[in-house]
């Protein structure tokens, strides 16, 4: 086991300085998985170990736990505290690491942790956190302790399966213009997505995983996890986006990764911003608030965020909605060509909510000029937003992805634009529903913050933010986490992904993430009939 | 510039300690008394502040109910002897419509006159019964008049209540026919009589007064209408049955109401024969024959039917069909609407539904479906700290005392609670790219309903749905 055996091995907060910039070799960063432990004292899990005092600190069960619950540092002739996060619980006890039955003194007890089931909500349940967190320490899957495929909101992606063929040789999805079982090697299988489909002169982008990092803005979050996130979307080549917040300049290392999104705040969009970026995206709309502009209220507008905005510290900012300059598609051909001329080579991207005509926005997308529709569903994540609008405006993610998909085949052009979905993507078994149902690739946000320990509290709208460290700008809440340690349990995180992405295309008999894309086939509903 | 309509809304602190979601308690017996009690890192202060809090016995946003529950304590506490719990008393609060959540936003509403704000995405299922299995639309780019929450003045949630001409008959250049009479609410929300056994204390007198302040009617049972509140224009009498023709006359409101009877247009005749200008509605029982017998009341000159629904807002059933699953008011009305467009009479006739209103979303979402209003009762008595624990149905003591409340109090939580439903009504309405509320009903262009999506996408990939609705686990 690689893991470690203190929660040490990265700095947690407080040794990133401003000054980084001159530090040689700070922006390479590589895709390598290292232990990157929970920064709490107490990490929640699905059990409790407790050891009782007739504990002889034999260390017999720290021989057979394979999950390295139990630790014994070297030198020490104590038994550390159990990391019981890591625990898998009383399945354990089928086999012969079950360090309950093991330990000779019957010191050891195992109780379901009553946290557990008091985080979440049905769409990340407690399951989907804490498997979540453990990707982001270890860089693997989450244990089979947890239902890290699915959540319990009742219906869209958590009602859809994969139909894996039963015989990884022959089977009738294998015939399907599949790769044999038996030529189709795990190393060979492509996470690659290009991202410029249309027959121009601008850069043809691809990226390494299908994914890219969604927009969060400097204001809305921490600037450390903000540069954590660049600096993952660097090591996997792939790209996060500046939200509407402006460009810190702490991003221009990592700009050939980084998205200057235009919103309708107009926050910081300088020439300079547009020029230096390879993809620009212009935000019509936020899945969770669909229809409203963004929200920063008074508490987080510091003295630095209102600089980068160049608005008055303290006041809260509501953002226009729509872009006034935008009233037909004719106008939102000129707002792109705007851009277009600005930067010659930069990919453009329009990101828009999923109203029930979701399906000719997309085609006024293409129409103007855009390389990639970014289709944000209504659950959406967001830094502040009215509940009424967060539950009740504008369309799941999982019913838009398919009408526009279906469209823009019918309209000729699906292969010329590059689709998008976000906005309730929250793990690989999302990912490549989305994908099966006509998305290309998707966008995560909420997903990366949970890796850095957000439990989803809904507190990051004021105040002083989140007590966490992630959403705010609380000068003393900044220190809560590290630059090292967001990218680490990031690049994690990414990795774990990647690979149960490779897995699921493994069992399809698919060579590449491209091959999935409206693989309606080989996904079924629980709750249809399901003729095939 | 003219003036626009507002409710003015100010803090109300709780008389009573409310059921707060999250605390923390020790769950396991070893403290060290390390003496750097990761309590006193809470960033909410809410540790701090317990002592002054329990002191004054009742405070503002105590703590329990003030809890983030964002567990920094429970993970920095040097011996792992904290537990964030979910409060017993929180899961028992209310029932399966109104639930824990809504009660505990309502609350927040009252109390605090704020909407409701959060980070993070939507956590709930992803669909559920009733007004949960339809969203609202949005439009991308084509916006009458938003930008951001600027301009919202000039999004209007006036409504009209009354019978309206189809068209104008000019003969010789004059009309034919008076107008009928018509009467405006800034808000489209009016208050349903006060269930039976919260009406004690003030609490009547406190939704009549709560309506006068922000300008829309309560509809209060005849008999215990004062000879004062007679005079006002805010309190709508529900006539007692077989109400002589005069009986509407001793009110000063623009509007009487009676219940549904066989003979109801007559006796509509005769009440407007004494007040012509008085507007009479009829409150008619949601039933699965409610569209057919709305469509009769309406040929035969109804001018406001108001449709009463069960508090979960489901449909009686009927005597033919006593097993028959119940409609909940979404459909009921979309059933109701339907038949009047198509008899082409919708334009006549207001139509009000009540029961089954417990979320600002809700007010929207009915009228997309086809009311030009709503009347509600428990959100105003959840606003006036209600926690729906059947205590008074069965003679018990209230735990929060209402009868001991301040009317001046009950007041103020409603026209906060009201304040932010005004607002949230505007949010969605500023969404939608609708500028006055007149335009939502039956715009059902402007929503999507659950059934429909799952149809025109799933349904095109899967085949047939194995059951009706949303499987939440």
């Not at chain 2, 750097?36 to 002592?51: H, P, Q, T």
């Amino acid at each position: 086991m690689s893991l470690s055996t203190t929660q040490s091995t990265l700095p947690s907060g407080g040794e990133f300085q401003d000054d980084f910039l001159d530090r040689p070799g700070l922006a390479d960063v590589a895709r390598e998985v290292r232990p990157a432990p929970p920064r709490y004292r107490n990490e929640i899990g699905k059990y409790s170990i407790r050891r009782a005092s007739n504990c002889a600190s034999c260390g017999r069960c720290v021989e057979v736990c394979p999950y390295g619950v139990h630790v014994r540092p070297e030198g020490y002739r104590h038994v550390m505290r159990p990391f019981d996060y890591r625990c898998i619980g009383p399945d354990c006890a089928k086999t012969e690491h079950y360090c309950i039955e093991a330990c000779p003194r019957q010191a050891l007890s195992l109780d379901e942790n009553p946290v557990f089931e008091t985080l979440g909500d049905y769409r990340w349940t407690p399951d989907l956190l804490v498997g979540t967190w453990a990707m982001a320490e270890t860089g693997r899957p989450a244990g089979p302790h947890l239902e890290s495929e699915v959540g319990a909101s009742g219906g869209g992606f958590d009602r859809l399966r994969f139909r894996f063929p039963e015989s990884p040789v022959a089977g009738e999805i294998a015939q399907k213009g599949t790769v044999p079982f038996s030529a189709l090697r795990r190393e060979d299988i492509s996470t690659r997505l290009l991202l410029n489909r249309r027959d121009d002169s601008r850069e043809k982008i691809a990226i390494d995983v299908p994914w890219y990092g969604g927009g969060m803005s400097f204001g809305s979050t921490n600037i450390r996890a903000l540069l954590g996130k660049a600096r993952v979307a660097k090591a996997f080549n792939t790209f996060t986006c500046t939200g509407e917040g402006g460009y810190p300049e702490r991003f221009v290392p990592y700009k050939d990764h980084v998205i200057t999104q235009v919103a309708t705040g107009l926050f910081g969009v300088r020439e300079e911003t547009i020029q230096r970026a390879r993809i620009v995206e212009f935000k019509y709309a936020q899945g969770a608030k669909p229809g409203l502009g963004g929200h920063l209220l008074g508490d987080k507008n510091t003295p630095s965020v209102a600089a980068m905005r160049e608005t008055v510290m303290g006041v809260s900012l509501f953002s226009p909605f729509p872009f006034h300059s935008v009233y037909s598609v004719e106008d939102h051909k000129k707002h792109l060509d705007w851009i277009a001329h600005v930067n010659p080579s930069a990919l453009l991207s329009a990101k828009v909510s999923t109203p029930v005509d979701v399906d000719m926005v997309a085609v006024g997308v293409y129409y103007a000029g855009g390389h990639i529709v970014h289709l944000d569903g209504s659950y959406g994540g967001t830094g502040a937003a009215p509940n009424i609008a967060k539950k009740n405006i504008a369309m799941p993610i999982e019913y838009a992805i398919g009408r526009v998909h279906q469209f823009l085949e019918a309209e000729g052009i699906r292969d010329q634009v590059t689709v998008i979905a976000s906005g309730g993507v929250r793990s690989p078994w999302d990912l490549a529903k989305a994908i099966a149902l006509g998305a290309d690739g998707c966008v995560i946000g909420t997903a990366e913050l949970v890796a850095l320990g957000c439990i989803r509290c809904g507190a990051c709208e004021s105040g002083r933010g989140c007590a966490r460290g992630i959403a705010t700008t609380d000068d003393e809440l900044l220190e809560l986490v590290s630059v090292e340690w967001c990218t680490q349990r990031l690049v994690n995180m990414y990795s774990a992904w990647r690979g149960m992405l490779v897995d699921i295309l493994y069992r399809l008999g698919l060579d590449s993430v491209t091959a999935l894309r409206g693989r309606t086939d080989l996904l079924y509903h629980l709750d249809y009939e399901d003729p095939k | 510039m003219p003036a626009k309509y507002a409710i003015h809304t100010k803090p109300a602190a709780p008389r009573v300690r409310p059921v707060g979601k999250l605390g923390i308690v020790d769950w396991r017996e070893d403290c060290s008394s390390c003496h750097n009690c990761v309590k006193r890192g809470c960033i909410y202060g809410l540790y701090r502040d317990e002592a002054d809090t329990l002191r004054d016995e009742i405070g503002y946003l105590d703590y329990i109910y003030q809890c983030k529950g964002c567990l920094s304590c429970v993970q920095n506490c040097t011996k792992n002897i904290l537990t964030r719990v979910v409060n017993p008393e929180y899961r028992r609060l209310g029932d399966s419509y109104y639930t824990p959540d809504t009660i505990l936003s309502t609350w927040f509403q009252a109390e605090s006159g704020r909407i409701p704000v959060s980070g993070s995405g939507y956590g709930g299922p992803f669909s559920g019964p009733g007004f949960d299995s339809m969203w609202t639309d949005m439009s991308e780019i084509v916006r009458p008049t938003r930008d951001g929450i600027h301009g919202r003045e000039y999004i209007s949630t006036s409504v009209d209540i009354g019978r309206k001409l189809l068209h104008l008959t000019p003969v010789d250049g004059r009309l034919t026919v008076a107008p009928p009479p018509l009467t405006e609410v800034p808000f489209p929300v009016i208050f349903e009589v006060v269930p039976d056994r919260w009406r004690r204390g003030h609490v009547t007198a406190a939704v009549a007064a709560g309506a006068a302040e922000i300008g829309t009617l309560a509809i209060v049972p005849e008999s215990e209408i004062t000879a004062d509140a007679a005079a006002t224009r805010h309190i709508v009498p529900l006539l007692a049955s077989g109400p002589s023709a005069a009986a509407g006359s001793r009110f000063s409101s623009p509007l009487v109401m009676v219940e549904d009877s066989p003979d109801v247009m007559a006796l509509q005749a005769s009440l407007k024969k004494t007040r012509p200008e008085q507007i009479v509605a009829i409150r008619v029982q949601a039933t699965p024959a409610a569209a057919g017998r709305v469509v009769e009341l309406v040929d035969a000159g109804a001018e406001v039917l108001h449709l009463v629904f069960d508090t979960h807002g489901l449909e009686a059933t009927s005597a033919e069909a006593e097993s028959a699953p119940r409609r909940h008011v979404r459909d009921v009305l979309r059933d109701v609407h339907g038949a009047l467009v198509r008899h082409g009479t919708r334009d006549a006739v207001t139509l009000v539904a009540s029961g089954g209103i417990a979320l600002a979303e809700h007010v929207a979402k009915a009228i997309i479906c086809g009311a030009d209003l709503v009347a509600i009762d428990i959100p105003l008595l959840l606003a006036m700290e209600c926690r729906l624990c059947g205590e008074c149905a069965r003679d018990e003591v209230c735990p929060i005392a209402l009868e001991e409340m301040d009317e001046d109090f009950g007041i103020r939580r409603i026209v906060n609670l009201m304040g932010t439903w005004h607002q949230q009504l505007i949010e969605v309405l500023g969404a939608m790219g609708i500028r006055e509320v007149r335009r939502l009903r039956g715009e059902t262009g402007r929503s999507m309903f659950f059934e429909d999506l799952e149809r025109e996408t799933f349904g095109r990939l899967f085949g047939k749905r194995k059951n009706p609705g949303p499987q939440v686990t």
